[in-house]
């Protein structure tokens, strides 16, 4: 994502400074893909219970909202997101899983629009 979209690095401190070449080696970046992960984990386990879904999505909405993340940061990364996981997964990712990873990210992205709606946009 941050070679596409480089700006998206701003909303990571502890590792703006750090070359893209070498984040898949360092230790914070690891940690909040972990993190990321462990999420999206939680967020499977809910697809079944979609109030329990939308709270989980809420919260990590809010969250992000803390750090100035707009809507159309989680356009960026469905944006790049498929690429991703063909690139993890070598091109084994069923289309149906893309497809299914694009609408949650749209859920993000509606969710934090709702919460720009409310705050006026930006703060």
């Given at each position: 994502?941050?070679?596409?979209?480089?700006?998206?690095?701003?909303?990571?401190?502890?590792?703006?400074?750090i070359?893209?070449?070498?984040?898949?080696?360092?230790?914070?970046?690891?940690?909040?893909?972990?993190?990321?992960?462990?999420?999206?984990?939680?967020?499977?386990?809910?697809?079944?219970?979609?109030?329990?879904?939308?709270?989980?999505?809420?919260?990590?909405?809010?969250?992000?909202?803390?750090k100035?993340?707009?809507?159309?940061?989680?356009?960026?990364?469905?944006?790049?997101?498929?690429?991703?996981?063909?690139?993890?997964?070598?091109?084994?990712?069923?289309?149906?899983?893309?497809?299914?990873?694009?609408?949650?990210?749209?859920?993000?992205?509606?969710?934090?629009?709702?919460?720009?709606?409310?705050?006026?946009?930006?703060?």
């Amino acid at each position: 994502m941050f070679k596409k979209y480089p700006e998206t690095k701003n909303y990571f401190p502890k590792f703006r400074e750090i070359p893209n070449e070498e984040l898949w080696e360092n230790p914070k970046m690891l940690w909040h893909g972990a993190n990321v992960l462990n999420f999206l984990g939680a967020v499977v386990r809910k697809l079944e219970k979609p109030d329990t879904l939308l709270v989980l999505v809420e919260k990590s909405a809010v969250s992000h909202r803390h750090k100035d993340v707009q809507a159309m940061d989680y356009d960026k990364f469905a944006d790049v997101w498929p690429a991703m996981m063909n690139e993890v997964f070598g091109n084994k990712v069923p289309a149906h899983a893309l497809s299914g990873w694009a609408k949650l990210l749209t859920l993000f992205t509606d969710t934090t629009k709702g919460m720009e709606a409310t705050e006026g946009g930006m703060r």
